[in-house]
């Protein structure tokens, strides 16, 4: 074989993601309104609509906070960078809302080394029509399993660094892509 067909026909490993940290935000609501309201208290979204998506990679999903993401503090930082760093898992999803999700993904960029990190999240509900929520969450998992370590944000089938800044009225980012 050529040198070209060797590296066509090269095997790359894509390790698999295990684990998702759901933590609020639009993305998990049932509705649009004030950033209380709109919350499944019982339990995620996230898993519908992974199983209507078809997606077959074994998960495990935690539910660590129903928050819109206006309303997290430090301490909620804390708490999620604590179960990032205390996971044995490498490559972790975490869904978030949209607003504060670049302090959220600096802090952790700060606190946990060694690990893929990629957030996501949402302009529109799931079960509105229209929403992107689904789009966001495949191609964050897609993310999660293909980047070397390090935290990112994927969101609008876009791949950030850990200090994106996302304005929400503007229908743009001021930053960097990644990829």
Not at 11 to 34: A, E, M, N, P, Y
Not at 91 to 118: E, N, P, Q, Y
Not at 138 to 146: D, E, H, N, T, W
Request: proline share 3%; charged share 20%; net charge positive.
């Amino acid at each position: 074989m050529h040198e070209l067909e060797t590296r066509l026909f090269s095997v790359h490993v894509i390790q698999s993601c295990k684990l998702i940290f759901v933590t609020g935000g639009t993305i998990d609501k049932s509705r649009l309104g004030s950033p209380t309201v709109g919350y499944n208290e019982q339990r995620s979204f996230i898993l519908d609509r992974l199983n209507q998506a078809f997606v077959t990679i074994p998960l495990s999903i935690e539910n660590l906070m129903n928050k819109s993401s206006r309303l997290m503090t430090s301490k909620d930082r804390t708490y999620i960078a604590n179960k990032c760093k205390e996971t044995p898992e490498h490559r972790i999803l975490i869904t978030h809302g949209t607003v504060t999700m670049s302090d959220t993904a600096k802090f952790l960029c700060r606190k946990v080394k060694g690990k893929t990190i990629v957030m996501t999240g949402s302009f529109v509900p799931f079960k509105i029509q229209g929403s992107d929520a689904l789009f966001n969450l495949g191609a964050a998992l897609i993310a999660v399993q293909s980047l070397p370590s390090g935290v990112y944000v994927c969101m609008k089938g876009e791949i950030y660094q850990y200090n994106f800044k996302y304005y929400h009225h503007e229908d743009h980012y001021k930053t960097k892509k990644v990829y």
